[in-house]
């Protein structure tokens, strides 16, 4: 079993509507939660970083995590087609250099 | 800043043959760790490493080697290429055990 499972969609959604990700992770040690953006043919770009658990908003992204249930999530309000890519969750525990990612979920968002 | 930098870009090798991938921040981050992305698998960790002359294994290690001889640079090397090892690597870095980390544009390896 994978420390992270992500559903690998792929997700189709039209414009305007709120989009919901979501992984489970099996390590209670992870303390560092993140959200990465992949368009294609192009390298992982940071999106969103959570500590423990809680909520964190940036414009039209709210990531979220709840550590009893191993559980995060990303919300995107308001889709665009250009937040059409793949989105991957990433998580790491304190102090080290191990940061593992989920499968990635691709999502389209049609106009 | 030129962030993260991979090269090449593509490469084609053959069954056998030897190559290192390179890869060199600026950026001063301690922290560089090698993915590998195969499609459905999402990125899969290869090695890490906390600083100059530490690393340490990651998910998929075997086939792939690596040294840390200097915080900006961070090669892998692929000692006897296999068809297996066609794939997207990424190479990525961070300031600190906490933070963030900034990825390379990858390099596409095919093995034939």
């Known amino acids: 079993q994978k420390e992270v499972e992500q559903d690998p969609g792929p997700l189709s959604v039209p414009e305007g509507a709120i989009v919901s990700l979501n992984c489970t992770y099996s390590n209670s040690a992870f303390q560092y939660f993140m959200w990465y953006r992949q368009y294609s043919r192009k390298g992982p770009e940071l999106l969103m970083y959570?500590?423990?658990?809680g909520n964190k908003e940036d414009g039209r992204f709210t990531a979220q995590v709840d550590k009893s249930s191993k559980y995060i999530s990303l919300f995107i309000r308001d889709s665009q087609p250009s937040d059409s890519a793949t989105y991957l969750c990433?998580?790491?525990?304190?102090?080290?250099?191990?940061?593992?990612f989920g499968q990635g979920t691709t999502l389209q968002v049609k106009p | 800043n030129a962030g993260v930098t991979q090269t090449p870009k593509f490469q084609v090798l053959k069954t056998g043959q030897s190559m290192t991938l390179q890869c060199a921040q600026d950026?001063?981050?301690?922290?560089m760790s090698w993915y590998r992305q195969d499609p459905g698998m999402g990125l899969r960790l290869i090695h890490y490493?906390?600083?100059?002359?530490?690393?340490d294994q990651g998910e998929v290690p075997n086939g792939y080697n690596v040294s840390r001889s200097t915080t900006e640079d961070f090669p892998l090397r692929l000692l006897s290429a296999a068809p297996s090892q066609t794939s997207v690597y990424f190479c990525a870095s961070s300031y600190s055990s906490y933070g963030g980390y900034t990825f390379g544009s990858g390099t596409r390896l095919t093995v034939v």
């Open positions: 959570t500590y423990s658990s």
């Open positions: 950026m001063n981050h301690e922290y």
């Open positions: 990433a998580m790491k525990a304190s102090n080290t250099g191990k940061l593992i």
């Open positions: 490493s906390v600083g100059a002359g530490i690393t």
